[in-house]
């Protein structure tokens, strides 16, 4: 099963995932990646300071699903403290994983 983050950005539905992602998309994405958490916001900030000029439709999509998670499952995750649920583990989020954790 095959689950499809709620978007609030409705461009990335149906896009290239391998387009780059526009600058409202971009400002759209950074709104929704906002966390409670301090250390969260610390991950997401340097992964937006290292990737924002280059993110894709794909990547942006990935990053929707990991800001669905709640603060404590996204921290367990970005700590390699628990793996991806295999309901959410798509190629897209993957790969944003890797990029946040790197």
């Known amino acids: 099963m095959t689950v499809t983050p709620m ?3 409705a461009t990335l ?12 998309s971009l400002s759209k994405l ?3 990646s906002r966390r409670g958490l301090l250390e969260n916001d610390l991950f ?9 000029t280059s993110l894709s439709v ?9 800001m ?7 921290m367990d995750l970005l700590l390699r ?7 959410i583990s798509t190629e897209e989020v993957c790969e944003v994983l890797d990029m946040l954790r790197a």
């Open 7 to 9: 978007l609030e950005d």
């Open 13 to 24: 539905v149906g896009a290239d995932r391998l387009a780059p992602l526009s600058e409202r």
């Open 30 to 32: 950074r709104w929704r």
């Open 44 to 52: 997401i900030e340097r992964f937006f300071n290292q990737h924002a």
């Open 58 to 66: 794909g990547q942006a999509r990935g990053m929707y699903v990991l």
């Open 68 to 74: 669905d998670l709640s603060d404590n499952d996204l």
């Open 81 to 87: 403290r628990k793996e991806l649920q295999p309901e």
